[in-house]
């Protein structure tokens, strides 16, 4: 399955790598060697008032993660390198996770990655992460693949997240500003933000996004204008050309760094460190990922 203009627009876009836009000294940071794990914090909790709003998909300015955009090209793979790191920056895998390149299911090109965590008591992570863009305003495109097997979790499972550093007030991992997770049959778009800077415990809102689908491929597109401690931000969420839901609000912790992408699997309530021993046995979680291009929206 392929789409010709995203196909082309990739291969003139192919391989440019990001601009790092003044934090250059981040690539030695352990967080994007290391990808952090989340804190003892429950990931997604119940909805609850806070700094953002939600809405149907569609902006104050009539816009939605649909509509065409003006910006440039700072990542793009396609996983046609070599796994598993592929042209991504960080790598993390927790256990026996692995990530191959695989040629079935493909979107584009000839491979996709294939992100594999095992039910075996110690295993809860298998992800690539970019390097943080810096703060400003990002279309983020990539897809993911669910297999027909796929079996569902009252747990989350998060397939993309965009994650902070440690804060500040305590030195501990953060939760993520935003998460893409799947919970029991449906997708969840979860932000976590600070109230206040000198707060220890997250404030988090949590959006249904309806089911999910197997057997097909879910093409993603997140538009995320990242706040700062004087302006909201914004994050508008599509699959497969249907706006999702607006946010407007805090998305992210006001750190030094903007929040960086990470793609794959990271199923927290495996994690023996922060949830203990649980029942073991059952089959893996797989899902396939193709066609990532995040572009820096002009002003």
């Given at each position: 399955m392929r789409r010709a203009s995203r196909t082309q627009e990739r291969r003139n876009t192919s391989r440019r790598r990001l601009r790092l836009a003044g934090a250059l000294a981040a690539l030695a940071a352990p967080m994007l060697l290391m990808p952090p794990a989340w804190g003892v914090n429950a990931p997604h909790t119940s909805p609850i008032a806070g700094a953002g709003t939600a809405a149907g998909g569609t902006a104050a300015d009539g816009s939605t993660c649909a509509s065409p955009v003006s910006g440039q090209t700072v990542f793009a793979d396609g996983f046609e390198g070599t796994a598993p790191q592929f042209g991504f920056h960080g790598i993390g895998i927790d256990g026996s996770g692995s990530i191959t390149a695989q040629t079935d299911p493909v979107l584009e090109g000839r491979q996709s990655a294939a992100f594999t965590v095992p039910d075996d008591g110690s295993s809860y992570r298998a992800e690539l992460g970019m390097s943080p863009l810096g703060y400003g305003s990002f279309r983020f495109r990539f897809a993911d693949f669910l297999p027909s097997d796929w079996t569902e979790a009252d747990n989350d499972t998060i397939l993309a997240q965009w994650h902070g550093a440690d804060l500040a007030s305590t030195g501990k991992p953060t939760n993520p500003p935003i998460a893409l997770s799947i919970r029991d049959d449906g997708?969840?778009?979860?932000?976590?933000?600070?109230?206040?800077?000198?707060d220890t415990t997250p404030q988090v809102k949590v959006i249904p996004l309806g089911p999910i689908r197997t057997g097909q491929w879910n093409d993603w597109t997140f538009d995320i204008d990242w706040s700062t401690p004087t302006e909201p931000g914004s994050v508008g969420a599509c699959l497969n050309g249907v706006p999702l839901v607006t946010y407007t609000g805090t998305n992210?912790?006001?750190?030094?760094?903007?929040?960086?992408?990470?793609?794959?699997?990271y199923r927290?309530?495996?994690?023996?460190?922060?949830?203990?021993?649980?029942?073991?046995?059952?089959?893996?979680?797989r899902v396939f990922d193709d066609a990532v291009d995040v572009q820096e929206l002009s002003p």
């Open positions: 997708w969840l778009l979860t932000m976590h933000w600070l109230a206040n800077p000198d992210n912790y006001d750190q030094q760094y903007a929040p960086h992408m990470q793609l794959g699997i927290p309530s495996w994690n023996p460190s922060t949830h203990g021993s649980y029942p073991t046995g059952g089959p893996p979680v």
